[in-house]
């Protein structure tokens, strides 16, 4: 059976592709959605605060022997930690300046970042082996599917809807939204919010980081990757509204089946099509998708 | 006695000759400046890159050891970033304000083909290691530049060809889309058909791509034996990686077109064993490889790349030349060396064609297993030895004004 | 004072290329202009685009088709591809006046990747080759531009022409108007002016000095490429104009100077550490250095002419507060 000229076994097969891809990039804009979304902060180190999740998991397996299990919890645990040393030394003194200024300052930083690992590691990258649980793979008939993508997808999603619980749903994520809306208000009423603006920010980096454990198995480990997808996961977000987390994972889901079957018609433009949905969204719908201010 | 006043005049007239020649052949500031532009900190740095300056200095030391000629020999180096308007800017500086006189290695077509203008223009010479597009001895071909270490036509009719023969004909190409990636394909699509194979379908994804698991999907379901991977560096070492994860190997083999050692010693042989490749060196070839890559190996701390072999060979080359005429005027110097055969560690009997193009033995290599190999680098099972005149695109097919049909 | 100060620059510039490499200088030209215009847009009218380099780049193309392809003299070149980039930032404008402050800026990166993916799949513009061998040819029919020195003449000539267009518009009513609606966009149209009119007219005559800009520069190299349209270029010279002063009029050209100087030298000399040093600068810059070269020099001034002033308040002489409003500006 074929539909628009594919084979609808092939076609399933990119469907399947799409989402899988789709949820990496869901958890990979989560982190970013998370610090604009509440601090107002553009963070353009994000992709560089992913590639250093792979690359610690990296170095953690090459000589310090920590395995991937071990690594998903405490890369993004030691990456965040990271982030907070950034958001108290530089990011706190561009409190209340133009939003402009904090993209500069990470900009920046992100450049350091891949700079300094070019230097030390080169380009061609390193390979990172994915866990022995996770080798091999299960045949659906349309395709093969590699486990270890199976358990991206789980992986990404947890964290997905647990992040989306915490912020939305619970007593700490409720605090944290009222403290970006009024900071003097909710501090006045005794919450330390500078140190709830640090521990976001951290939070945020950390999600980066573990999307960049997550990858590392998939692609080379190289000081390039973050810069690649840095703006397609800036493009997630602001389709999906830079002030929702339901937003950008909904967006990062739709955008990998999207690209997906870009790939299957006329795959010289997959890399090109998010940026065409973002200027149509952007001038039929400014908020995105599920923005809620204009 | 008269045979001796002959002789007498004879040789005051040979004096008088060369006297009169070596004062108008002369060393421009008695210096021949060497640059090397190439990519430092890129895709491609690891494949050129510092060792290709290294290569470049191992050259310039060995050759005022051993001659000890009249002229001192410099050398600058600078990143061009992969970015042609800065190499032509460096290059231009260079030739402008630094008076080099030679400019090489040049990775990056785009970058390789904007200084072969540029030296056209400035009447100097460009000796292109790294780069890889057939152009460069068709259509944009001139009389100041070399090609020297290898081509897309030279990797890809060795492993194509190879592939073929063993009995896989039908192929899939996965493409990088851009003016590389397709040229690298036609090149192999040609010799797949020449050669009695298929080709069934190609796939083309953006490049710099990351993912490429739904092109290698479509591979898959084509149903082809050889999937070719048109594109290079870290492009090829993810299709490889994401398609022994989706089960495409060993079922359908692999055939990286273009691949170095430093791209293999990044995969791991867990990954790329098996695949077939061609080169213009290797460094375990013979005694005389071995010898010239350890000491490589002991200033740059990782086996030389072909690139960085052809960079020692085309400079060396160049030197002699310059040592030989006695000057460094471009016009002089290029003769020089195309009347000389190139007979290092690098070449046998190699010589430099009218379209510029070197032409020297390639090999085919097979990627061993990890059992295998014995020892640090060793990668490669040496398959066959594809001959000079068989190795690169023949002079009748060539597009180049400077050919003489 | 003002115009001795720009008369002593003129001079200094028409005899620069005997004394620094000329290619050089026309580099720092281009960028200079480059970096006014988009300064013109953000400093002056409060708009950052993120996709400034599709402007530069798309006439730096344009104007390489037309001379190399179609052998239009080199002065018409730069006069179409200035049109060609306007006209395209009309457009481009449109479409992303419509949203203000980090949708705005969104749009225009968008805007500017369509456009890089444009040019990497359209077989006119040579892809990531680039357009090469553009022949700079004859000015008005008779001056060689292929003589250095003429050629760098002419990138002088454009770039003053540019630099006065912009310093005309921000001393100018309409420019009085812009900086109205940068401050207070929301009274700007309580008062009745048509502000997005006002900043699509910005946007173009932005777009249109950053397509000359990169006109000239293909001119120069005689080599249109794909970095010209890359959006790391559309962030360097967001770092010239913030380096060397956000606002100021001197501010982006002394930005770009010091930025081309830099990569120049460090690409020679420190190779791979570029990026790091590169990103050192930006942070630099962001946390300590806000006010950018010419900023910072600008306050300094201000802070000693009002020294005698201070000692006065401190002696009692002169009530605080407004010394107090004038230091802290």
Redesign the interface.
């Known amino acids: 059976m074929e539909i628009f000229g594919v084979?609808s076994?092939?076609l399933f097969?990119?469907l399947l592709?799409?989402l899988?891809?789709g949820s990496f990039y869901a958890v990979l804009s989560l982190g970013l959605a998370v610090i604009f979304g509440l601090l107002h902060i553009?963070n353009f180190m994000h992709g560089a605060q992913y590639m250093l999740g792979a690359f610690v998991a990296w170095m953690a397996l090459q000589f310090l022997g920590i395995n991937y299990w071990v690594a998903l919890l405490a890369v993004p645990l030691a990456v965040g930690a990271f982030g907070i040393a950034i958001e108290r030394l530089?990011l706190k003194?561009?409190a209340g300046?133009d939003?402009?200024?904090g993209l500069?300052?990470t900009?920046?930083?992100?450049?350091?970042?891949?700079?300094?690992f070019?230097?030390l590691y080169?380009?061609?990258?390193?390979?990172y082996p994915?866990p022995e649980a996770l080798q091999g793979?299960v045949?659906l008939g349309f395709?093969?599917l590699?486990l270890?993508?199976a358990w991206v997808v789980v992986a990404a999603l947890g964290a997905c809807a647990i992040t989306w619980f915490l912020i939305e749903r619970t007593q700490l994520g409720a605090r944290l939204r009222a403290a970006t809306e009024h900071a003097q208000l909710v501090q006045a009423l005794g919450l330390n919010v500078p140190l709830m603006v640090t521990l976001t920010y951290g939070a945020g980096v950390a999600l980066a980081a573990f999307a960049g454990v997550l990858a590392a198995p998939?692609?080379?480990v190289?000081p390039?990757?973050g810069s690649?997808?840095i703006?397609v996961v800036?493009?997630v977000v602001?389709i999906g509204g830079?002030g929702s987390i339901l937003g950008s994972i909904v967006t990062g889901l739709s955008l990998g089946v999207i690209e997906?079957l870009t790939?299957?018609f006329y795959?010289?433009?997959?890399?090109?099509v998010i940026?065409?949905v973002?200027?149509l969204v952007?001038?039929l719908r400014?908020?995105g998708l599920f923005g809620k201010t204009a | 006695m008269k045979t001796s006043r002959i002789a007498l005049a004879a040789s005051l007239a040979i004096t008088g000759t060369i006297a009169a020649t070596a004062a108008q052949a002369q060393v421009s500031d008695n210096a021949v400046r060497i640059g090397v532009l190439t990519d430092m900190s890129g895709v491609y740095s690891d494949l050129a890159g510092p060792g290709a300056v290294v290569a470049t200095k191992m050259a310039i030391d060995d050759f005022v050891a051993r001659e000890k000629p009249a002229f001192k020999v410099e050398l600058v180096s600078a990143d061009h970033q992969n970015k042609a308007d800065v190499a032509s800017n460096k290059a231009r500086e260079w030739i402008e304000k630094d008076k080099v006189d030679v400019l090489t290695e040049l990775v990056t077509t785009s970058v390789a083909l904007a200084v072969q203008k540029l030296v056209k223009e400035k009447d100097r010479i460009a000796l292109i290691s790294g780069a890889a597009s057939t152009r460069i001895t068709n259509e944009d071909c001139n009389e100041n530049t070399v090609h020297w270490t290898y081509d897309t036509y030279a990797v890809a009719n060795g492993t194509a060809r190879a592939v073929v023969k063993q009995g896989s004909s039908k192929w899939f190409f996965l493409t990088a889309d851009y003016a590389f990636g397709h040229s690298l394909e036609k090149d192999a699509a040609q010799v797949v058909t020449s050669n009695g194979g298929q080709v069934i379908g190609t796939a083309r994804h953006p490049f710099p791509g990351s993912d490429f698991s739904s092109y290698l999907l479509k591979a898959q379901a084509s149903g082809a034996q050889v999937i070719g991977l048109a594109n290079a560096g870290g492009d090829t070492l993810n299709a490889i990686k994401q398609a022994a994860e989706f089960g495409v190997t060993p079922r359908q083999s692999l055939a990286g077109l273009l691949l170095f050692i430093s791209d293999i010693h990044a995969l791991g042989l867990k990954t790329a064993q098996g695949m077939y490749l061609t080169e213009g060196f290797y460094w375990d070839l013979n005694d005389q490889t071995r010898a010239w890559s350890k000491r490589f190996f002991e200033q740059h701390k990782r086996m030389p790349t072909m690139v960085q072999a052809g960079q020692y060979s085309a400079v060396m080359h160049y030197l002699q030349a310059v040592k030989a005429t006695g000057s460094d005027a471009a016009g002089k110097v290029m003769a020089q060396m195309k009347k000389t055969k190139i007979n290092d560690f690098f070449a046998t009997d190699g010589y430099i064609r009218e379209d510029g193009r070197m032409v020297h033995d390639m090999y085919l290599f097979k990627v061993k297993s990890p059992s295998d190999s014995r020892y640090a680098w060793d990668y490669y099972k040496p398959m066959q030895v594809i001959r000079a005149d068989g190795a690169f695109q023949p002079l009748s097919a060539s597009a180049c004004p400077l050919v003489k049909k | 004072m003002k115009r001795w100060i720009y008369a002593a620059l003129l001079v200094a510039a028409l005899a620069a290329p005997f004394v620094v490499y000329p290619t050089f200088l026309m580099k720092v030209l281009c960028f200079a202009l480059f970096a006014s215009a988009f300064n013109l847009l953000l400093g002056h009218g409060g708009l950052l685009s993120f996709g400034h380099a599709a402007y530069f780049g798309s006439a730096g193309y344009f104007c390489a088709h037309v001379c190399k392809v179609w052998g239009w003299p080199p002065e018409l070149g730069l006069l179409a591809a200035t049109a060609a980039a306007a006209a395209m930032g009309w457009v481009f404008g449109l479409l992303a006046i419509r949203r203000s402050g980090i949708y705005f800026a969104m749009v225009t990166l968008a805007l500017a990747q369509l456009v890089y993916f444009l040019a990497l799949q359209l077989p006119f513009t040579g892809g990531e080759n680039g357009l090469q061998g553009v022949p700079r040819g004859q000015l008005l029919g008779f001056i060689d531009l292929n003589d250095n020195l003429a050629m760098y003449y002419l990138v002088l000539a454009v770039f003053v022409g540019g630099f006065a267009l912009i310093h005309r518009t921000i001393h100018s009513p309409f420019g009085q108007v812009l900086k109205a609606i940068r401050e207070n966009e929301p009274r700007a149209i309580s008062l009745g002016y048509a502000v997005d009119r006002y900043k699509l007219r910005v946007f173009v005559i932005s777009a249109a000095l950053a397509g000359l800009a990169g006109a000239t520069k293909t001119l120069v190299f005689q080599l249109a490429s794909l970095t010209d349209v890359h959006w790391h270029l559309s962030g360097e010279v967001v770092l010239m104009t913030l380096l060397g002063g956000l606002g100021t009029v001197w501010g982006p050209a002394v930005g770009a100077f010091t930025v081309v100087l830099l990569e120049d030298q460090l690409a020679s000399t420190v190779g791979s550490w570029v990026t790091v040093i590169v990103g050192a600068v930006f942070v630099a810059c962001v946390l300590l250095f806000r006010r950018g070269i010419v900023g910072e020099l600008a306050h300094w001034r201000r802070r000693v002419a009002l020294l005698p002033v201070h000692r006065r308040v401190a002696r009692g002489t002169e009530p605080a507060t407004e010394v107090a409003a004038e230091v802290a500006r």
């Open positions: 084979p076994q092939a097969g990119q592709l799409g899988i891809n553009i530089m003194r561009l300046l939003p402009l200024y500069l300052l900009f920046g930083l992100a450049l350091m970042a891949e700079g300094i070019r230097n080169g380009v061609s990258g390193q390979s994915a793979g045949n395709m093969f590699p270890y993508r998939l692609t080379q190289n390039l990757m690649n997808l703006i800036f493009a602001v830079m997906g790939k299957v795959a010289e433009a997959s890399a090109v940026f065409l973002m200027a952007l001038l400014p908020a």
